[in-house]
């Protein structure tokens, strides 16, 4: 119908046909465009749930189109195909958004009043489309803050691209050729500075203006008010980055010690490189394991998954460098899209969002109603970072040999500090950028500032430009500002649940009931169920068991 570039291919991959099938189906949405809303209460609830079913089907397409462009973002017919795709269904949605919120603004009283379900009557009650649409403005800076994330993923794929890929021999590397390749990549990014300043630059003027189009005083205000206060740092968030600093200075220590360094530096992180699975089959059969080692319903969700293809894993040339799970709205399913090479890494990676399908696959399965589509994002992560940590104790699934399963639940610790310390890096340094206007070499140097505290026992003289371009290599930063304050805060609950099975407070079983049950709820509601404190005796504790794992 409008000659996509991918009709011509004779074999399609799973997403393409998947894009093919909902395009047979167009036929039967497109109407609502032109459909007029009945006079009667009772019709209007019909007409209103027909609109919200098309609305969902036109995200869908979109979000298809999009994960066809992330696959190859170099391709021209790619780009083409997904230009037009958001014209056409992007139109068709704006105008469907449109109607939905004309009728609810004119039928609001009465809608309230007939057979709605909770859903509805709340987003009846709570939604402004029309403030939303209204703003020509905010629609600007907001395609503007598009662009700029669209070039910065552009360059970072190319980036990315670069990285050594990990090799079956689990001997420590050489320091020399460890420094050789950390300063590589170091100087792939540095050629792109001027290119990912300019999107920086780009970037901080589009939120600024953003913020000013809404009523803010700056950016910061707006992240703090879609941010609920609870969500930032709690007063004891001062002992948990000094316990986070304690225990990684200790294992920098040790680490020094063992490979007989004067000065640990940061290509000394990363001493070995192995390939842990090759391709998807392997992937897929050492994940399986070990959801069946952990509880049967996690094997059952994950294989419903793999059967319908609903994820793209392996790395190409032009994919974008993003690891992420997204929810289907009119299918109702997760589609996780990775790029795992094989490393240890890519383990940790391919767990943790396979956390977020089951989660989104089990939400689906309790609420199938269409308003329910989208998870809460905090509660989200709290399932996918509990299920990291509940894998450590299976990783000979992944790896042969105790010492190298030893290893990589070490490096694993080691990368959960480092997180929590990002996450107070990350909270300084958006505080101070985006309370003011400033230029990208000024964001540069206020990332060196924020992170020259949280960098344990390693040692950056010499490469202080490592550290000024560390805030470009932070996806995040451009994607989901303020984000991070949902790892900070749902790390330190799954790391407080982990806890509690390690002490045998609570069990695998109870992680899988607490999902089911709780998928939809706030993630308040799950830290009251399991009882989640910050007091320096559950702080105190938590520590000590990630100490117990470091050093077994």
Known sequence: MHNWSFEEEACHSALVRRIMALQEKEHLFHTQINATCPSDNEGQVAFIYRLGKAILFYRELLTLFSLFLQQDVTSPPRRTDVAKANQIYGKILHDLTGQLDAVIRTNRE???????????????TTKNTSKRLGKKAFASHMKQEKKCQKQYFDITATIHSLNPAPTEEPSIIPRKNREKSWLEENQAWENMEHELDAVFDNLLQSRQALATSLGFKNYLQLLEQKQPSKN????SSGKISASCRELLSRLHQHRKDHLGLVRLRPFDMNTRNIKVFGGVDDWVAKTGTLLREMHPTLLD?????????????????????????????????PYMFMNLRGSRKDVMTGIHEVGHAIHIHLLFNRFNK?????????????FALTLELLSLPHMDCYYAGDDISSWARTKFIESLLTSFLTFDTINTFEKSIY?????????????????SGNLGLLDYTGYEKALELWAYRIPLLVSSPGYFLNYARTQ???????????NGKFSIADYVSLMERKCNSDVDEIFDEICYTETEESIDSMFCTLSAIAYN
């Open 232 to 235: 930032f740092p709690s007063p």
């Open 370 to 382: 269409f308003f329910n589509y989208k998870v809460n994002p905090a509660t989200s992560e709290f």
């Open 110 to 124: 009465q809608l309230l009043c007939t057979s709605l379900d909770a859903g509805w009557r709340n987003f009846i």
């Open 492 to 502: 330190l609950g799954a790391l407080f649940f982990f806890d509690g099975v390690r």
């Open 435 to 451: 309370r003011e206007a400033i230029s990208a070499a000024e964001c540069k140097q206020r990332f060196r500032e924020a992170i």
């Open 301 to 333: 969700v994950f294989r419903s998954i793999i059967s319908e293809d609903l994820f793209d894993i392996l790395p190409n040339n032009g994919k974008t460098p993003a690891d992420f799970c997204l929810q289907l709205p009119y299918s109702q399913k």
